[in-house]
């Protein structure tokens, strides 16, 4: 079935360095996109979200990229901290119709 | 913190043993969902509310789950006959509805099936 699926299972960066964090999805009706971080013990918490008809939206150090030419979403933190050690999640539905589809994450580790 | 509450944190029960968790969304959000979370996997949805009115329940939620939101504030999710395939991080996340919808969530409740 279609689903949202995520190019890496884990990713080290070192602290100061930037970060990108890569998805991919493959329901090409999907129209609204969300990363949520994840720490240990605690629910997912969002972070940035994008909609189709945008291709790059800021946040504070965040930045997430959509290309839905290949169906790709990325997200990219600047100077990674040791605070952003955490699991990544992309998440997508089509706006307001199906709750969020989540992916199975990608473990950022931050080496200080 | 963002204000959804969870109770409780962890439950620890043995098979066949019913269990029940609550979730306290914002209070102004009408839509109340549930998810669930094993380890290393993204959340998969369980079920969703639009104020007391559950709208969509996912095929994972078989016969022995069920969900209640009664006067569209606090929900509460029973699991009867556990099995140790529940074993589960159970999250639950309110929002305000509508189009680009972002879903605020609790800690979630863990449940450990022996």
């Known amino acids: 079935g279609e689903s949202v699926g995520l190019h890496l299972p884990t990713l080290s960066v070192q602290e100061g360095d930037n970060s990108i964090i890569n998805c991919a999805y493959s329901?090409?009706?999907?129209?609204?996109f969300i990363w949520y971080k994840q720490e240990s013990g605690k629910g997912p918490q969002f972070i940035i979200d994008?909609?189709?008809?945008?291709d790059k939206r800021q946040g504070q150090r965040v930045t997430v990229l959509l290309n839905k030419t290949v169906k790709h979403l990325s997200l990219q933190i600047a100077a990674t901290q040791p605070g952003d050690s955490a699991v990544y999640f992309c998440?997508?539905?089509?706006?307001?119709?199906?709750?969020?589809?989540f992916g199975k994450g990608t473990r950022l580790s931050v080496i200080a | 913190d963002t204000g959804v509450s969870q109770d409780p944190r962890h439950k620890i029960t043995k098979r066949g043993q019913n269990v029940t968790f609550r979730c306290d969304p914002i209070s102004e959000h009408n839509r109340l969902y549930w998810y669930r979370q094993t380890l290393g996997q993204g959340p998969e949805f369980l079920t969703y509310f639009q104020n007391e009115a559950q709208l969509e329940k996912s095929r994972l939620l078989s016969d022995r789950f069920s969900a209640e939101r009664p006067k569209g504030s606090f929900s509460t999710l029973e699991i009867q006959r556990t099995e140790q395939g529940d074993s589960a991080m159970y999250l639950c996340?309110?929002?305000?509805?509508?189009?680009?919808?972002?879903?605020?969530f609790g800690s979630g409740t863990q449940l450990s099936v022996l």
């Open positions: 329901n090409s009706a999907s129209d609204y």
């Open positions: 998440a997508e539905n089509m706006l307001g119709n199906t709750p969020l589809v």
């Open positions: 994008i909609r189709s008809n945008m």
């Open positions: 996340a309110s929002s305000l509805g509508g189009q680009a919808e972002k879903l605020f």
